[in-house]
């Protein structure tokens, strides 16, 4: 945990808030050029006191967001802000390709398609694309978060990880849900089954009452397991028989697409 999570974790009060809201003003005042900048024209740029900027600016040094040089005694934005950026605009670039796919999807099969990221215990919905057909929408949009242990799409992005990585989120899960983790381990451990069997895994009435997912894991150039893509839909509409047999070759196919062209554009 850097001093940023640590402040955010331990305030009670909102001055963390507040700080973060403050560091996040600093940094944006090194657009559009990232510029060396001293605290004082920091504090000019931000109408933030100078004092206050230097206690900010050291934080951000020592977690990654900031570089600092002692002979210009000015800063300039570190690696962490530019791999933010970089995360940024490539989940901008994949929500693109990914969202004409999946509405044809979700169109064809009547149906909720979804495009997640793993953050903590939770999987955040990048992009949703509900059929236009549908009756009952499932309750999610984009920035919705999912459980990670209970939803096909989270019980895909366990399954494409590596034995280390696995067991040490597997580990985190058991901490965070001691009172189900004797249900949850032997269903997931299935889901971990099924995805290195058939790079799918389907997840029946567990995330929501009544409703069938399943879910693939889409890998980019920089990261493996980056991003999951579910479909779900009301069980009473479809078995698990028909998502295995049926939207696992679709779902399987859009996979095949988006690593395509992610891979064709980072060449």
């Known amino acids: 945990m850097n001093q940023i999570e640590s402040c955010l974790s331990t305030d009670s009060s909102g001055t963390g808030v507040r700080v973060l809201a403050r560091g996040l003003t600093i940094l944006h005042a090194f657009e559009p050029d990232n510029a060396w900048r001293s605290n004082a024209e920091l504090s000019a740029l931000t109408n933030v006191p100078k004092p206050t900027v230097s206690r900010i600016t050291a934080t ?3 977690a990654g967001y900031l570089i600092y040089s002692p002979e210009k005694a000015q800063y300039k ?3 962490a802000v530019l791999a933010l950026g970089y995360l940024a605009a490539s989940i901008c670039e ?3 390709q990914a969202r004409p796919l999946m509405q044809e999807l979700a169109d064809e099969q009547n149906g909720s398609i979804v495009l997640a990221s793993l953050d903590g215990l939770s999987m955040v919905c990048q992009e949703v694309c509900h059929g236009r057909g549908m009756l009952f929408a499932l309750r999610v949009h984009p920035g919705s ?7 096909a799409l989270g019980r895909a992005l366990i399954g494409a990880m590596a034995e280390q990585e696995r067991s040490k989120l597997l580990a985190a899960i058991a901490q965070a849900h001691p009172e189900h983790w004797q249900t949850l381990e032997p269903e ?3 889901s971990v089954r ?3 069997m058939h790079n799918y895994c389907i997840a029946s009435g567990t995330l929501e009452t009544g409703t069938n997912g399943i879910a693939v894991v889409i890998d980019t150039p920089e990261q493996p397991h980056a991003y999951a893509l579910g479909f779900a839909v009301p069980a009473n509409q479809v078995t698990g028989e028909y998502l295995a047999s049926t939207v696992a070759p679709r779902l399987l196919e859009i996979k095949r697409r988006l690593e395509h062209d ?3 554009r980072s060449t």
């Open 94 to 96: 994949l929500t693109m």
């Open 60 to 62: 951000l040094t020592d």
């Open 145 to 151: 978060r999912l459980s990670l242990s209970r939803s």
């Open 77 to 79: 934005l570190g690696p």
């Open 262 to 264: 992610l891979a064709r």
């Open 194 to 196: 099924q995805m290195q």
């Open 188 to 190: 997931i451990q299935a």
